[in-house]
């Protein structure tokens, strides 16, 4: 049975249903730079691992039973960057798309992209329909691309959405809601994260999943990206598996979340997995 080994490798990792692997998870994958730094190479060798980071992790969730995957690839903020180094990362995400194809196929797995299309190249946004296309009926794990991706950009780019088709009269009276604006988001049909790890030992959001993150809890991980292991997805998810998420409400030992709990996009995605 396709699926079956990640499944049982899951059960045995994490014990007990009760207390589920996180169905999304976001991942700032930091430090690429600095660790190519500390071994005196270029910054753009620490790329070229990070993306060797991104492969095994990617292959690591799936096995696990996450449902969403979402990577911070690159931000709207990285094009300050030297444009060497830009088009060094550019490079390797074309490389990345075309190269993998086959791993996706393999593993079933689903390439969506989040971000703005207008500011990448006309091939790179070539290749991530390619990719989209090709891979949009496999029912494994889905992974979202955050490339040109910036929280406040998503955001504002949702409110024009409504704004023009409030103007077209597809939103009678123009009320502007919180359902209204989530489904003009980059994917409105993922569900929020669970979990959102960040390496390289940062504190920072950094315009990450700004809306969808509201409730996301995060782990902090003191390894730079390339040095990132499935062994540290682990303990990262065992690290939100004990913890109670209380969503604005309270805890109750005999029965659980107070009655007034909402049920996050997440947990329903989970729940009817």
Avoid at 103 to 122: K, M, Q, T, V, W
Avoid at 161 to 179: H, L, M, Q, W, Y
Avoid at 240 to 269: C, H, L, M, Q
């Amino acid at each position: 049975m396709p699926g079956a080994p990640g499944k049982e490798r899951a059960e045995k990792v994490y014990g007990p249903p009760e207390k589920p692997v996180p169905a999304h998870v976001g991942i700032i994958m930091d430090g690429n730079g600095r660790w190519a730094q500390s071994r005196g190479l270029p910054r753009t060798q620490g790329h070229l691992e990070g993306l060797k980071a991104a492969k095994r992790i990617v292959k690591a969730a799936s096995d696990l039973g996450i449902l969403y995957l979402t990577l911070y690839v690159f931000s709207t903020e990285n094009w300050k960057r030297a444009g060497e180094e830009v088009g060094f990362i550019m490079s390797l995400i074309k490389k990345y798309l075309r190269g993998e194809l086959n791993f996706y196929r393999e593993n079933r797995i689903r390439i969506r992209h989040a971000g703005d299309p207008a500011g990448l190249s006309p091939d790179i946004v070539a290749d991530l329909r390619t990719a989209a296309e090709d891979t949009k009926n496999f029912g494994g794990m889905q992974v979202i691309l955050a490339l040109n991706y910036g929280g406040r950009d998503e955001i504002v780019r949702a409110l024009r959405r409504f704004a023009k088709d409030a103007g077209s009269g597809i939103c009678p009276g123009g009320s502007v809601t919180e359902e209204a604006i989530r489904a003009r988001l980059d994917n409105p049909d993922v569900p929020d994260p669970d979990l959102v790890v960040r390496t390289a030992g940062e504190f920072r959001i950094s315009n990450f999943l700004l809306w969808e993150g509201a409730y996301a809890e995060y782990v902090i991980s003191p390894k730079l990206w390339p040095d990132f292991t499935e062994e540290d997805l682990v303990l990262a998810v065992n690290d939100y598996r004990n913890r109670d998420r209380r969503f604005g409400g309270i805890v109750s030992a005999e029965r659980g979340f107070n009655a007034g709990k909402e049920t996050r996009p997440a947990e329903k995605a989970r729940a009817d997995g």
